[in-house]
């Protein structure tokens, strides 16, 4: 087990040995994780994936571990929905929704990337695991960290939603709050790194974190029956999950388990944190960073790690980038579960009204099989429907109560 040669600069090219490093020496490049596709390429195929468990780790030749993992046996293999309903409401007849709302353990996709990254941090020696978070990451990787034994210390905004915060705090971790952006802190513990010899799980663990990502693609082309759909709507805040997918998708080409892959990757954002897809629009290779000022805060990244990359993925791949409006926003998060039953959070809103929008302008057409990512539960970012709905009518236990409300209007 194990297939992982080491690390290679995704820019220059220089190989590193597997260590906790992610940035080359040389030119500064990202660092990313180098497999023997040669040997995958022998003991991986369609049979004994789905001769594999229903989690992520039926992928695991394509993850960078040398051992088993060491937690989040259960995350993963999610369900891939046929979004009927939905898809008559965009004007969609071939929709799916991607669905990680309903995620293990911690209800959104960074338990793909925190049980890869938390299980090589136990392959590294760590004691201490840490992280800048947005709010999902410090979920999960607190939740992971209890699992594993590890102490954890976790960083974020001082402006996050009440149930990320105590879904952090629940599992034992050391949480800090910080009176700045997410931007600000992800520099900070840079800084704090550098004395503290602790797993940054996206940041010195970056390189083996963002392949996790690469499980959601893989799911995808399986679920679709071992086919990439035309089009894929991403959310995105740091590009590491849209970069992935496309990686995972291209991957599995090369392993012969896909035909050709022809997905539009699209990238969606808030406008209120908006550098990717402001940059897709203005045909430019280069972020220029924000300052977050939306409801979508899970992925309110304004200066982002992997942008040029996420740039680079809508653009090659023939997609595009579009964001919307926070009223935007919610509305979408009230079509989803109005039409699917699923509660997202407000970046699976970002998703669906981009969706909506990307239709509008033709460039998702109706035949094609779209896949909308929804990577986020909804019970966690409640604030953004405080004003959305009347409190419901409170009545006595009794019939008469309930034919008074009945008579006076009561509609079902
Ligand atoms: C972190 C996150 C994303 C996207 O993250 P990337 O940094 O772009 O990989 C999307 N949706 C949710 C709910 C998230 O928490």
Not at 167 to 181: P, R
Not at 312 to 319: D, F
């Given at each position: 087990m194990g297939y992982v040669k080491g690390l290679i600069c995704k820019e220059c090219k220089k190989e590193f040995p597997k260590e906790p490093i992610h940035v080359c020496?040389?030119?500064?490049g990202p660092l990313e994780v180098d497999y023997d596709y040669e040997t995958i390429k022998k003991v991986v195929t369609k049979k004994s994936i789905e001769a594999g468990?229903?989690?992520?780790?039926?992928?695991e030749a394509l993850l960078?571990?040398?051992?088993?993992?060491?937690?989040?046996?259960?995350t993963g293999f999610t369900p891939l929905v046929r979004a009927k309903n939905l898809g008559k409401a965009l004007g969609l007849k071939n929709l799916y929704v991607k669905n990680?709302?309903?995620?293990?353990?911690?209800?959104?996709?960074?338990d793909r990337v925190v049980s890869v990254a938390v299980s090589k941090a136990i392959e590294f020696g760590f004691d201490t695991v840490a992280c800048p978070s947005t709010g999902n990451l410090a979920n999960s990787l607190a939740a992971h960290a209890a699992e594993a034994g590890l102490k954890s210390v976790i960083f974020i905004p001082d402006d996050l939603e009440a149930g990320k915060i105590l879904g952090t705090l629940i599992y034992g971790a050391k949480l800090i709050s910080i009176k700045g952006s997410y931007d600000d802190i992800n520099r900070l513990c840079s800084e704090i790194g550098n004395t503290h010899n602790w797993a940054f799980v996206n940041i010195n663990i970056r390189p083996y974190y963002g392949d996790g990502s690469k499980s959601y693609g893989y799911e995808i082309a399986e679920q679709l029956g071992w086919k990439t759909p035309d089009n894929v709507v991403v959310p995105v805040a740091g590009s590491s999950l849209i970069t992935k997918i496309w990686k995972a998708f291209h991957e599995f080409e090369m392993l012969g388990l896909v035909d050709n892959v022809k997905t539009k990757v699209f990238a969606a954002q808030a406008t209120g944190c908006s550098p990717v897809t402001t940059a897709i629009k203005n045909g430019s290779d280069n972020i220029i960073p924000v300052k977050p000022n939306t409801i979508?805060?899970?992925?309110?990244?304004?200066?982002?790690?992997d942008g040029y990359y996420g740039i680079k993925t809508a653009n090659s791949s023939g997609g595009y980038g579009e964001d919307i409006s926070d009223e935007e926003i919610v509305a979408a998060m009230k079509l989803l579960a109005q039409t699917e039953g699923i509660f997202t959070e407000t970046a699976g809103g970002v998703t669906v009204g981009v969706t909506q929008k990307l239709v509008k302008q033709g460039r998702?057409?109706?035949?094609e099989v779209t896949v909308i990512c929804i990577t986020g539960n909804g019970l966690k970012t409640q604030e953004a429907l405080a004003d959305s709905f009347p409190a419901p009518q409170v009545i006595e236990p009794n019939i008469d109560s309930f034919e008074e409300i009945f008579a006076n209007g009561l509609t079902v």
């Amino acid at each position: 087990m194990g297939y992982v040669k080491g690390l290679i600069c995704k820019e220059c090219k220089k190989e590193f040995p597997k260590e906790p490093i992610h940035v080359c020496e040389f030119c500064f490049g990202p660092l990313e994780v180098d497999y023997d596709y040669e040997t995958i390429k022998k003991v991986v195929t369609k049979k004994s994936i789905e001769a594999g468990p229903p989690s992520m780790w039926r992928y695991e030749a394509l993850l960078p571990l040398d051992e088993s993992p060491k937690v989040g046996h259960h995350t993963g293999f999610t369900p891939l929905v046929r979004a009927k309903n939905l898809g008559k409401a965009l004007g969609l007849k071939n929709l799916y929704v991607k669905n990680d709302s309903v995620n293990h353990p911690t209800f959104s996709f960074k338990d793909r990337v925190v049980s890869v990254a938390v299980s090589k941090a136990i392959e590294f020696g760590f004691d201490t695991v840490a992280c800048p978070s947005t709010g999902n990451l410090a979920n999960s990787l607190a939740a992971h960290a209890a699992e594993a034994g590890l102490k954890s210390v976790i960083f974020i905004p001082d402006d996050l939603e009440a149930g990320k915060i105590l879904g952090t705090l629940i599992y034992g971790a050391k949480l800090i709050s910080i009176k700045g952006s997410y931007d600000d802190i992800n520099r900070l513990c840079s800084e704090i790194g550098n004395t503290h010899n602790w797993a940054f799980v996206n940041i010195n663990i970056r390189p083996y974190y963002g392949d996790g990502s690469k499980s959601y693609g893989y799911e995808i082309a399986e679920q679709l029956g071992w086919k990439t759909p035309d089009n894929v709507v991403v959310p995105v805040a740091g590009s590491s999950l849209i970069t992935k997918i496309w990686k995972a998708f291209h991957e599995f080409e090369m392993l012969g388990l896909v035909d050709n892959v022809k997905t539009k990757v699209f990238a969606a954002q808030a406008t209120g944190c908006s550098p990717v897809t402001t940059a897709i629009k203005n045909g430019s290779d280069n972020i220029i960073p924000v300052k977050p000022n939306t409801i979508a805060k899970s992925i309110a990244i304004g200066n982002p790690a992997d942008g040029y990359y996420g740039i680079k993925t809508a653009n090659s791949s023939g997609g595009y980038g579009e964001d919307i409006s926070d009223e935007e926003i919610v509305a979408a998060m009230k079509l989803l579960a109005q039409t699917e039953g699923i509660f997202t959070e407000t970046a699976g809103g970002v998703t669906v009204g981009v969706t909506q929008k990307l239709v509008k302008q033709g460039r998702i057409k109706p035949d094609e099989v779209t896949v909308i990512c929804i990577t986020g539960n909804g019970l966690k970012t409640q604030e953004a429907l405080a004003d959305s709905f009347p409190a419901p009518q409170v009545i006595e236990p009794n019939i008469d109560s309930f034919e008074e409300i009945f008579a006076n209007g009561l509609t079902v």
